[in-house]
């Protein structure tokens, strides 16, 4: 059933389910290897591998659906070949082969001056003793980054925490390293820190515009909706320091971009107010992230919370829309990737590349997959001095493989998703697939209406007026 | 049954049109880029530069426009591209001629040229990405004759600033905004001109060609029986005499070896000389 935008968000009129509801329900997983969706422009379908999207006619999409709702696999299969668009497979059972690295997140300081009610960091420290990376660990981690590159190879190196900021003058000297690095070895290096941005100054800023960062700012809501969930260790509320010490940085964007990154818990979901309050006062980009496991419970989404968010999330991706159609830049970052990502026909075994090119080093100098993996057995991965360890790395590899996961396998999404969050999925397990799906399902739609109306946001010519 | 319209890019590479074979596709194709099925690739390459042609396997200038200044028109009397904008398109290839035998160069037969052609995606990498539009420096020499007569003068070079035809299609982005697209350029090449020069298989290729180079299409030892010691028998598939007696003897590709089929056999009667192979065995 294609359920008009507009319904979106209202209730259901008496005794049929609620658009949302609906659209919920449209997204549902039914054969692993194809997905059926409606839009104004008439029935479009996903082949799943590959991520490529067909638009069809009515015959074609009344068989499929009779097929998909029969779970029948072999008259679903015989179609896709009538249709022509059986292929080798794109993704096979085959693991990564372990990559360099090529992407490293320092846990530059593992100390917070926030209490941030979810953290997955516990305050920062990791549930350890807080502390600060050595010059020599920085310095050293640096060097593992550019070991082997070669010239116009992309490097990245990020700055995480705890905060890290309160570490300053290591932040400092690894870029200086790694721009020397970079330098020496012709690769192509990207900057990126996450802050909280309470210890921002104006030379920060001057810093990261030299070097071109990307800085990502944690906010979570505008004024005490911020206040309520990242508060200082104190308990004062810390959204007026930050935009007191943030501001000035945004002026200063050129080479270096600033974004916002929101945490949704079930007390801040009011996400469209919060979407057009950062994009106007000129953050790069702002995006969304449901919290789907925290070291305590607290603040982890429920399904009925993810529902609201899936609601607010269209409510905010129709902005998006109404903006791209009328040629306005409107840096929602989930749907920028969004449109990139299914223009492109992204798909991937894996939801990152934590634990393949990329990894987090913790303040004593420790690899682990990512930088939730700090501090974290699950995610061990050797450490500077004795290297990757190369044994663990491959069977991350294997074990992480959304072939090996479940439900993923039999998801007509799990190319597009990846299997989710190692993190999240190993703490909690996957409570938010309704979510993805909904989420998934209306981009595919506003991809085929954006499409048509305003191709060359995806750099087609121009639709003939 | 309806058609499907692909959206994406994804979808858009792997559309294979209603009622065409698999081996349209570029990704299942038998093209192998060169000299091809389907298209030659070269091909794409012969007008990158505004106002001459180049050949599609060498860097010879084939010929000019009529309306190019004479810096340009004298290009046409036998002259070679050598560089691009600071970038060689040649190189020297040197090593063995017969193996474990002393390295040297290693010159072409027809013109006893050492110096070769680097493939173009590479060699050109750089000035399809960054010059697209703009006129660059390329420089030229005088090629030698056929038979590998030099040029009286080698180092009469010519050097003159060429206008490069931008490779990829351009769209336009959300503000308006040229955007290069995933498509070769209509103005890159003439209508015809990169299906020119395309294989003839039956006739000339599979005579020309070793079994590697045709792998999925052509055989090359067939009516195979295996021998207790765990070694194989069977026939060249290029062998004319291949009944059911014929003793199996594989004879080692010569074209002058009146054993196996000629070209002249092959233009003639290839159907009825090479046959369908099933199962590895020659059809009846």
């Not at chain 1, 549930?127 to 640096?142: D, H, R, W, Y």
């Not at chain 2, 600071?86 to 013109?111: C, K, N, R, W």
Request: charged share 25%; with cysteine; proline share 7%.
């Amino acid at each position: 059933m294609f359920i008009p935008l507009s319904e979106i968000g209202r209730a259901g009129r008496q005794g049929n389910p609620s658009p949302l509801t609906a659209l919920t329900l449209s997204a549902q997983p039914r054969l692993p290897q194809v997905h059926l969706f409606d839009t104004e422009l008439g029935p479009h379908i996903l082949a799943v591998d590959g991520t490529r999207i067909y638009k069809v006619g009515s015959e074609v999409a009344a068989l499929l659906a009779r097929g998909l709702e029969a779970r029948d696999s072999e008259q679903v299969n015989a179609l896709l070949t009538r249709l022509g668009l059986d292929t080798a497979p794109y993704i096979t059972d085959e693991p990564l082969a372990p990559p360099p690295v090529r992407a490293l997140s320092l846990a530059i300081a593992q100390k917070c001056n926030l209490g941030c009610t979810y953290c997955y960091a516990d305050g920062g420290s990791f549930g350890t003793l807080p502390k600060q990376m050595s010059l020599e660990t920085a310095l050293a981690a640096v060097d593992l980054l550019f070991k082997d590159a070669i010239r116009d190879e992309r490097v990245n190196l990020t700055f995480l925490g705890g905060e890290p900021m309160s570490n300053r003058p290591v932040v400092r000297a690894a870029t200086l390293h790694a721009h020397r690095r970079a330098q020496e070895t012709g690769a192509n290096l990207s900057l990126s820190i996450t802050t909280n941005g309470t210890l921002l100054t104006p030379e920060d800023g001057d810093f990261f515009e030299e070097h071109g960062f990307a800085v990502t700012i944690s906010l979570d809501g505008v004024g005490k909706s911020h206040d309520a969930q990242r508060p200082f260790k104190n308990g004062r509320g810390s959204y007026d320091r930050i935009i007191e010490r943030v501001r000035p940085i945004l002026a200063q964007q050129r080479k270096m971009q600033v974004s916002a990154r929101v945490t949704v818990t079930p007390r801040n979901l009011d996400l469209p107010a919060v979407l057009e309050h950062f994009i106007e006062l000129g953050f790069h980009s702002v995006g969304f992230s449901p919290m789907l496991s925290s070291p305590t419970g607290q603040g982890e989404m429920q399904g009925g919370d993810l529902a609201v968010m899936l609601d607010q999330m269209i409510a905010a991706g129709q902005e998006f829309e109404r903006n791209v159609v009328a040629g306005r830049r409107y840096p929602f970052l989930n749907m920028v990737n969004a449109m990139r990502e299914i223009h492109r026909g992204t798909h991937r075994p894996y939801p990152c590349g934590a634990g393949a090119g990329y990894m987090g080093v913790s303040a004593e100098g420790d690899l682990s997959a990512c930088h939730r993996f700090v501090e974290n057995e699950a995610g061990a991965m050797g450490s500077l001095a004795t290297g990757v360890d190369l044994q663990r790395q491959g069977q991350w590899l294997a074990a992480r493989h959304v072939h090996r996961q479940e439900p993923c396998r039999s998801c007509w999404a799990r190319y597009m998703c990846g299997g989710g969050c190692h993190h999240e999925v190993i703490q909690r397990g996957r409570p938010a697939c309704d979510y993805i799906r909904g989420w998934l399902h209306y981009c595919l739609q506003a991809y085929i209406r954006l499409a048509e109306t305003r191709p060359e946001y995806f750099g087609y010519p121009a639709a003939r007026a | 049954m309806e058609g499907v319209d692909p959206k994406n890019l994804s979808a858009q590479l792997a559309y294979r049109g209603v009622g065409n074979p698999p081996s349209s596709h570029p990704d299942t194709c038998i093209s192998n880029a060169f000299p091809g099925l389907e298209m030659d690739f070269r091909n794409a390459w012969k007008r990158i530069f505004v106002g001459i042609e180049i050949h599609e396997a060498s860097n010879y200038v084939v010929k000019v426009d009529d309306d190019v200044d004479d810096d340009v028109r004298v290009l046409a009397n036998g002259y070679l591209l050598v560089s691009v904008d600071g970038e060689p398109v040649e190189v020297s290839v040197t090593g063995p001629q017969v193996p474990g035998g002393p390295i040297m160069p290693l010159p072409d037969t027809a013109f006893n040229d050492p110096k070769m052609p680097i493939e173009r995606s590479n060699a050109l990498a750089n000035v399809i990405h960054q010059k697209a539009g703009k006129e660059v420096r390329c420089v030229f020499r005088l090629a030698p004759q056929p038979g590998g007569a030099l040029p009286a003068n080698e180092d009469d070079r010519i050097e003159v600033m060429l206008r490069v035809r931008p490779f990829f299609a351009t769209g336009l982005d959300a503000d308006g905004n040229p955007h290069k697209l995933a498509v070769i350029n209509r103005d890159i090449a003439e209508p015809g001109q990169l299906s020119e020069s395309l294989c003839s298989p039956w006739q000339n290729d599979y005579r020309e060609c070793g079994c590697y180079y045709w792998a999925a299409s052509r055989p090359d030892f067939v009516n195979v029986e295996s021998r207790p010691d765990g070694t194989s028998t069977g026939h060249n598939w290029m062998q004319r005499d291949r009944t059911p007696t014929t003793p199996k003897v594989y004879i080692v590709d010569d074209r002058k070896d009146p054993r196996l089929v000629t070209y002249d056999e092959l233009f003639e009667d290839w159907e009825g000389k090479l046959r369908f192979e099933i199962s590895g065995r020659d059809a009846e």
